[in-house]
T-cell receptor
């Protein structure tokens, strides 16, 4: 079946502009995660959605970052007033709550802030 | 919260030799420990995982061991091949909620 998809694949924006990144999880997966990966670095947790529960936002680096998940499916990560340090690959992953908890990652969105 | 440390950060091995990557975690409630492989420019992909009710799991040339008492787990790759060259990430989770990833190990297998 279809895997996790993300759009756009690449985004170049000017400092100070807002950006929206989209994630389409695997159908039926109730858990959805956003991570940030800077060049040559590890995976930095940003936010986690599980079903209808309140999201775990503990990884969001500042109040310029926010995310929504509509209808328990598609998610949008919004970065307001982008800064150069926001440049990174933003990865989305989804998993089934039935286990075995494997996270399936999307291809990522490469964000470059100029 | 959970903290996962991963060592070494880089690992160079000769083709055919074994590679071992070690991770430690801090939250005793963690019960699920996956390992992901990320090739250059690609997404992370699960290669093996282990739950806290077993101490070892093997899949062909890859094995993972878990020591719950010491809170550490390791990835073992035997008979390494050039296609094993990638960045490997360990992670720990309670199964619900967020995963805490290690910083990654760059493995380079030289022919």
């Amino acid at each position: 079946g279809a895997g996790v998809s993300q759009s756009p694949s690449n985004k170049v924006t000017e400092k100070g502009k807002d950006v929206e990144l989209r994630c389409d999880p695997i159908s039926g997966h109730t858990a959805l995660y956003w991570y940030r990966q800077s060049l040559g670095q590890g995976l930095e947790f940003l936010i986690y959605f599980q079903g209808n529960s309140a999201p775990d936002k503990s990884g969001l680096p500042s109040d310029r970052f926010s995310a929504e998940r509509t209808g328990g499916s598609v998610s949008t990560l919004t970065i307001q007033r982008t800064q150069q340090e926001d440049s990174a690959v933003y990865l989305c992953a989804s998993s089934s709550d039935r286990g075995p908890y494997e996270q399936y990652f999307g291809p990522g969105t490469r964000l470059t802030v100029t | 919260g959970e903290n996962v440390e991963q060592h070494p950060s880089t690992l160079s091995v000769q083709e055919g030799d074994s590679a071992v990557i070690k991770c430690t975690y801090s939250d005793s409630a963690s019960n699920y420990f996956p390992w992901y492989k990320q090739e250059l420019g690609k997404r992370p992909q699960l290669i093996i995982d282990i739950r806290s009710n077993v101490g070892e799991k093997k899949d062909q040339r890859i094995a993972v061991t878990l020591n719950k008492t010491a809170k550490h787990f390791s990835l073992h790759i035997t008979e390494t091949q050039p296609e094993d060259s990638a960045v490997y990430f360990c992670a720990a989770s309670t199964g619900w909620g967020k995963f805490q990833f290690g910083a990654g190990t760059q493995v380079v297998v030289t022919p």
